[in-house]
């Protein structure tokens, strides 16, 4: 097996600033993220939490004013978001999308055939990808019948975010972006959806996990915490800082109002 | 004397009437009082435009059409081939085929399976030999003064299909109206008249197309009548060049415990207004109305979509979708009446549309208009999910532009299409979905 070099970050953000329209939402984040590491950067809204899982993910409507996004050792500010995807970068949406005649199962096939055949991997023969999916799907505790409706139409808010975790599991990428996932979770599914990420975590993986509050910390645990605070992040520290964060808030975090320099 | 465009436009409808007078001369006195009544409501109230514009036409103005001259061909302008309809139109192997090239019949073409206990034939035809017959079904049903379209298409009209049968019909009839390429503006005003008698069985499709890239114009009017148990599944295609304009009305009336499906399909005309109106008159009877529209560069397609449930335990519903893309329009107006007495209807519509592009506009009004007890009516409409978020997540999970693309209009058209019971028909309007669409050819980031 190939040696993996825990060194050299997956990902590395370098002094990013993004805008939408006029308003600089980041403003000099840096971030760097390992193989095997599990982030959780938390802040307040409007922070710029969801700028940054989106702005790795190459959706469109941000401007990168400044910065680098430096990803498996190069520069992925000029790829489209499935070329991103193919190089093993996956977002779990805060919102996830629903689409209409689309089926979970086609679009999940669909989607993996295309990473697999950019991963040099053979097409899996329908049977076997069914078996697959079944599997996969058991694990978050989906009916079948959920694979064969449309993805996301109808679907409560748990299993749209049950979804995203599933997606992950059968796309497997190497950098796993969380984005809010825990929000709107009751507790029954926010252990499904920390078992998912659980099972998925590993020495050949990194997670940044994105929330506004410490609840899912308890079940997933990180091994750095980032506070994100008007498109900086202001403090990092081990798991026990989002204790900290749970019982102080952010307040205590933010710059005081120009100090002497 | 000085004349605004209009009156002279009128004046070219005239000229155009009197010049028919020999061949009304060879019609029976009672299609020669029904032109005339229908010709002097027309010269009575014009086109809804201007001071006559009233709700109905609130969205779609049809000054171009008003203000234009079309001439009525009296020749075919093209001779077609079958390998030509077949290139055109690939989907009705055994069927019958009925096909008029600018209002004239192509006999070369055409290839009629008559069948026992029924009668698939010209309209013309069927008025000179089953005339009493006729005479009792046209116009009966759109009534020529119900608008300025319906009145010249029955003043206008030269030819067209007429379908009676009292038993299953075996094969579907495909009727084809195609207007041919010509150096000025022509109108055809085609017309359909089907009588499903008493657990009658018809499927017919209509294609209308168009074989050059000018502007001509369309007046079509099609008369479905439904006998108690009737079973009529209507597919009507508007596929003609997005330079044309076309204005029709539609107008099954059900009867009793008789069931109507229909799939409108348009992805052609550059003004488009399809006047819908069903009505239940009688008891039981459903109807069941879905239409996928696709718009883009300039077009305007308008959909007014109305059901009438005049009697009880009627069962209707509509789902209407549109993709809309570049600075394109699509006005959807629905309205469902349930009158006194139509107890027990149970009644639901729809109406979703996809934006492709931020400069195309939806319209979406369905409406609810109830005067019965004991009802059980819905209605939706999504004016606008756009199309960004979707291709954004599908490509997020690895899916290429173009693919993204295609799954999701064939996807959000899946709706409609799989309803199509026509494999060959349906597998033809998914590729003509996707074909209708030219920037998910290339992909967006081109």
């Known amino acids: ?261 | 004397m000085t004349q605004t465009p209009t009156a002279a436009a009128t004046d070219r409808y005239v000229d155009q009437f009197n010049a028919l007078r020999e061949e009304r001369e060879k019609e029976p006195l009672w299609l020669r009082d029904l032109r005339r009544e229908a010709f002097d409501y027309f010269q009575r109230m014009g086109w809804p435009i201007d001071e006559k514009r009233d709700e109905a036409w609130k969205y779609t103005d049809v000054k171009p059409i008003a203000r234009a001259s079309f001439r009525l061909p009296d020749a075919p302008g093209a001779a077609l081939t079958d390998e030509d309809i077949v290139r055109l139109l690939p989907f009705d192997e055994g069927m019958s085929r009925v096909v008029f090239i600018d209002g004239h019949y192509a006999p070369e073409v055409s290839r009629i399976r008559q069948p026992d206990h029924a009668s698939v034939r010209r309209l013309k035809e069927a008025i000179q030999q089953d005339e009493s017959f006729v005479h009792g079904h046209l116009a009966r049903y759109s009534a020529p003064h119900h608008d300025a379209s319906v009145a010249l298409n029955t003043t206008f009209f030269r030819d067209g299909v007429f379908i009676y049968t009292d038993r299953p019909l075996s094969a579907p009839v495909h009727v084809v109206y195609v207007t041919s390429e010509h150096a000025d503006p022509v109108v055809t005003y085609p017309r359909t008249l089907v009588v499903a008698g008493t657990n009658a069985e018809v499927t017919l499709i209509e294609s209308y197309v168009s074989l050059g890239t000018r502007n001509h114009f369309t007046d079509p009017v099609t008369e479905i009548a439904l006998g108690e148990g009737s079973h009529v599944t209507h597919y009507r295609l508007l596929l003609e060049n997005t330079d044309s304009y076309s204005i029709g009305h539609v107008r099954p009336c059900l009867g009793p415990d008789s069931t109507y499906k229909s799939v409108v399909y348009e992805a052609g005309s550059g003004l488009m207004r399809l006047d819908l109106e069903v009505l239940i008159e009688g008891p039981g009877a459903f109807a069941d109305l879905r239409g996928l529209y696709l718009t883009r560069g300039k077009q305007h397609l308008d959909n007014l979509v109305s059901i009438d449930h005049a009697k009880p335990h009627g069962k209707s519903r509509l789902y209407y979708k549109g993709i809309l893309d570049d600075e394109s329009r699509a006005v959807f107006g629905g309205t469902v009446y349930v009158q006194p007495g139509a107890d027990k209807t149970d009644a639901y519509q729809e109406d979703k549309n996809l934006l492709l592009s931020d400069r195309a506009e939806a319209d979406s009004k369905p409406s609810l208009e109830i005067y019965a007890d004991d009802v059980k009516c819905g209605h939706g409409a999504t004016a606008g999910a756009v199309a960004d978020e979707a291709i954004f997540y599908l490509r997020s999970r690895g899916i290429d532009e173009q693919t993204a693309s295609r799954l999701l209009i064939k996807g959000f058209a899946s709706e409609i299409l799989d309803e199509v019971g026509i494999e060959a028909l349906r597998v033809f309007l998914e590729e003509r979905t996707t074909q209708s669409l030219p920037r998910f050819q290339a992909g967006l980031a081109a």
Do not use: C
Not at chain 1, 3 to 11: A, E, G, V, Y
Not at chain 1, 67 to 80: C, T, V
Not at chain 1, 150 to 176: C, H, T, W, Y
């Open chain 1, 1 to 261: 097996m190939a040696q993996t070099n825990h060194n050299r970050p997956i990902l590395d953000i370098r002094d990013l600033h993004v805008s939408v329209g006029d308003n600089e939402i980041l403003r000099g984040m840096d971030l760097s993220v390992s193989l095997g590491e599990v982030h959780a950067i938390m802040g307040p809204n409007g922070s710029g939490k969801s700028t940054f899982t989106n702005v790795v993910a190459g959706r469109p409507g941000y401007t990168i004013t400044k910065g680098e996004i430096i990803y498996e050792g190069e520069s992925i500010l000029g790829m489209f978001p499935d070329e991103r995807a193919r190089k093993g970068i996956f977002l779990a949406l805060q919102y996830p999308v629903e689409l209409p005649g689309i089926r979970n199962r086609e679009f999940l096939r669909t989607a993996l055939e295309a990473l697999r055949e950019a991963r040099g991997e053979t097409k899996l023969a329908i049977r076997e990808f069914n078996k697959f999916l079944e599997e996969k799907a058991k694990a978050m505790d989906f009916e079948p019948d959920l694979m064969k409706r449309n993805v996301n139409e109808g679907f409560s808010g748990g299993e749209k975010k049950r979804n995203e975790i599933l997606q992950m599991s059968v796309l497997d990428p190497k950098l796993a972006l969380l984005d809010e996932t825990d929000s709107g979770l009751d507790i029954d599914a926010l252990k499904v959806v920390s078992r998912g990420v659980n099972e998925f975590r590993g020495p050949d993986k990194a997670i940044v996990l994105v929330t506004h509050y410490q609840r899912i910390l308890n079940y997933i645990k990180p091994d750095f915490v980032h506070v994100l605070i008007e498109g900086r992040i202001v403090r990092s520290g081990g798991s026990d800082l989002a204790q900290e964060l749970e019982a102080q808030g952010y307040e205590w975090l933010r710059e005081p109002p120009e100090q002497a320099a």
